[in-house]
């Protein structure tokens, strides 16, 4: 599975969002994009979701234009991964695993024995099969998250995207979700995951995209591109980057305090 965007440009009314955005991405590739708030990450995936029209350029979904895409051919190629989820009715996880499977099901269908034994093969790949009898509302955020992805494999589509989904967790939970989206990457799934930790980028992405003012800043692997000039024209402050058995890692202010540090995992 590949996604491809051409010269895309997005306007709300007068206010353009997207200038001329162009990259490729294919299986078995996470993909972080990068940027700060406001820089049009979220409204390049609803583009490439569909939820979007009148943009201008092009999307290709394995090849194939987005636009001619139907939303139940679009939801059969692509999941969501939305940064939370918030219900008031008190599903169970295994239920809303279940509604991942509603995608290959037909307009008064109801899942069955074989969508059930998807939603548990999803929850054991994510490794929480544990919780599928509890209530989604009481399990922690990072569990939620794991559920979320879970529904999404369910969905039975290769290409994940993901839209900040570890901007509510703490910094344990970040590294857990993080470490299981890598995995996915590993067994061929193609993730495009928006963040604003370049932490998380270093350690687990195989590909960075930079979106800056709208624009493509820069793509490629967080060694290459990942300069000090760039991380200060992301998120305009100075900061100093320095390497860890090889690996550009540590984050700090020029002459002051330390704001962030990792080590290999």
Excluded: W
Excluded at 19 to 26: G, K, L, N, Q, Y
Excluded at 35 to 56: D, E, P, V
Excluded at 168 to 196: P, R, S
Excluded at 198 to 214: K, N, Q, R, T
Aim: glycine letters at 8%; proline letters at 2%; charged letters at 20%.
């Amino acid at each position: 599975m590949t996604v491809a965007v051409r010269n895309l440009s997005f306007s709300y009314k007068t206010t353009e969002v997207l200038r001329e955005i162009s990259f490729d991405a294919s299986e078995g590739t996470l993909l972080c994009v990068l940027g700060r708030n406001g820089a049009g990450k979220s409204t390049l995936f609803r583009c490439i979701l569909g939820l979007l029209k009148g943009y201008c350029g092009d999307i290709l979904i394995d090849g194939m234009p987005a636009c001619t895409l139907s939303a139940r051919e679009l939801s059969r190629k692509i999941s969501y991964i939305p940064q939370s989820h918030s219900t008031v009715f008190s599903f169970s996880v295994l239920d809303m695993v279940m509604m991942g499977t509603t995608a290959h099901l037909g307009s008064f269908e109801n899942p069955g024995k074989k969508e059930r034994a998807a939603a548990e093969s999803a929850l054991d790949m994510m490794n929480i099969s544990h919780l599928k009898s509890r209530n989604f509302c009481s399990i922690s955020g990072g569990e939620q998250q794991m559920v979320l992805i879970a529904r999404a494999i369910a969905q039975r589509t290769k290409i994940l995207i993901m839209d900040e989904p570890c901007s509510n967790l703490d910094y344990g939970n970040q590294i857990k979700v993080m470490k299981a989206v890598k995995n996915l990457a590993k067994q061929g799934y193609l993730i495009i995951q928006a963040t604003h930790n370049p932490e998380h980028v270093f350690l687990f992405a195989d590909e960075v995209l930079v979106i800056l003012e709208g624009r493509v800043g820069a793509k490629g692997s967080a060694e290459e591109i990942l300069t000090e000039e760039l991380m200060q024209a992301v998120y305009g402050i100075r900061v100093n980057l320095h390497e860890i058995e090889g690996r550009k890692q540590k984050f700090c202010l020029p002459d002051e305090k330390e704001i962030s540090y990792v080590e290999a995992i």
